[in-house]
């Protein structure tokens, strides 16, 4: 079949790559060059980990990190540092009693540590008396940029083409084809994937997609002593502190200091083509304040920002689906600000999909498009 992917992000690139490795015509379009800076998928570092309060999302990981070694493996490169996770917050919080029992359900090994024991094996972080850390060695980050760089790299060596600096402008359906019109013209495909990240609505105006994007931004403070405490081979861990609903990293190799950034949502995106903004100067206040009561040897300069789009769904539910008046386009969007870490396994779902191999096992149902309708409809009936 001849199978189009629009939109090659984290998503989108591992998309085509699996289209391409199963033989079908891969043709990949981005309306900016591979490894662009305006979406989500850019970067050093993304947070990977079992650590969810969903079971579903936990076991969805057994098979995104088999994908991910298995893409380390035939790309020759690093692109998984797995330097450990802690996942802390109050002891009673509900968010890490979850996650306990995802961890227990799914089988995976964990370690529970007071605030002593984090700061023994985890010298760098200062957790309070009534704070409980749950550490997961699997967890660690993805070099983002990298992936899709390598994504793309090995989907043209199965023999993808394609399209960077070439936008779609409408994706329609005539006698079951599909066709992409674009600044090359009108293309006719089999079938057509669209993983276009926050400006997906732009391109379905009609479907109504329970998307809304925001802007997010990461900052890099400087680290002030004991630069042996920020380093990643188990010294200081990926972490996510679920009370101030932050999250951080390890020295990443490449940009001095380390990256921590606030995980809620920020301001609504309404053009997702305007120009962006930097990091507001109230927001690196914000993050200084908090790196002063949490990582004491760390500075307060910032060596490195930057901005970023998260495409919400109201509960970070990912939408996967196929579009029900166009049978032959196929979706993925929604990834929440979290969705990095599952962007292989979502490319590998939708190009199964898309090529009529229904072999993936887990369900899921509660991706699909409907389901979010009947949680809106909820919302406005309450
Ligand atoms: C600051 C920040 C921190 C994050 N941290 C984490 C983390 O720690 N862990 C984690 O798992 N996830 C994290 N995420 C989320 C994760 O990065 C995103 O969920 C993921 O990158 C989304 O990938 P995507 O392929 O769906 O979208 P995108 O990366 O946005 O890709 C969409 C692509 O489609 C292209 N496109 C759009 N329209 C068209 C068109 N008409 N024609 C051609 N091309 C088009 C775009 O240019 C873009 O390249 C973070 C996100 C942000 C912003």
């Not at 066709?179 to 990240?197: K, N, P």
Request: hydrophobic residues 35%; contains cysteine.
């Amino acid at each position: 079949m001849k199978i189009a992917v629009v939109g090659l992000g984290g998503t989108g690139s591992a998309a085509l790559r699996f289209v391409a490795h199963s033989g079908h015509n891969a043709i990949g379009y981005e309306q900016f060059h591979i490894g662009h800076a305006h979406g989500s998928s850019h970067g050093e570092s993304r947070i990977i980990r079992y650590t969810y309060p969903d079971v579903l999302f936990t076991q969805m990981m057994s098979d995104a990190y088999k994908l991910w070694f298995e893409l380390e493996k035939e790309a020759e490169e690093e692109l998984l540092v797995q330097c450990g996770g802690l996942y802390f917050g109050d002891s009673n919080d509900p968010q890490i009693l979850a996650t306990e029992r995802s961890l227990i359900e799914a089988n995976l090994p964990f370690e529970r540590l007071n605030a002593e024991q984090v700061k023994e094996k985890h010298p760098a972080f200062h957790l309070y008396s009534n704070e409980t850390a749950i550490y997961q060695k699997d967890s660690g980050f993805l070099r983002a940029t990298r992936c899709v760089e390598a994504n793309i790299r090995l989907a043209k060596k199965h023999g993808a083409i394609i399209h960077e600096n070439t936008k779609v402008q409408e994706i329609y359906t005539k006698n079951n084809k599909v066709f992409i019109q674009s600044s090359l013209g009108e293309e006719e495909y089999d079938r057509v994937i669209v993983t276009a990240g926050p400006w997906m609505s732009t391109l379905f105006k009609s479907l109504n997609l329970p998307l809304v994007p925001t802007r997010q931004q990461i900052v890099y403070l400087n680290i002030n002593d004991h630069e042996e405490y920020f380093q990643a081979n188990g010294t200081f861990p990926v972490w996510i502190d679920t009370t101030d609903n932050l999250y951080g990293f390890p020295n990443d190799g490449h940009i001095a200091g380390i990256k921590l950034a606030f995980h809620h949502c920020g301001q609504v995106i309404t053009d997702v083509d305007a120009e962006r903004t930097p990091v507001d100067e109230n927001y690196l206040e914000e993050i200084r304040s908090y790196a002063r009561k949490r990582f004491p040897n760390l500075g307060s300069d910032v060596t490195f920002s930057q901005t970023c789009i998260y495409t919400n769904t109201p509960n970070a539910d990912f939408i996967i689906d196929r579009v029900n008046n166009q049978p032959n386009v196929f979706l993925v969007s929604g990834c929440s600000g979290h969705g990095f870490k599952f962007t292989i396994l979502l490319g590998k779902i939708i190009a199964m999909m898309a090529t009529d191999d229904n072999g993936y096992e887990r369900n899921l149902d509660r991706f699909k498009l409907s389901s979010f309708h009947k949680i809106l409809n909820k919302f406005s009936d309450d």
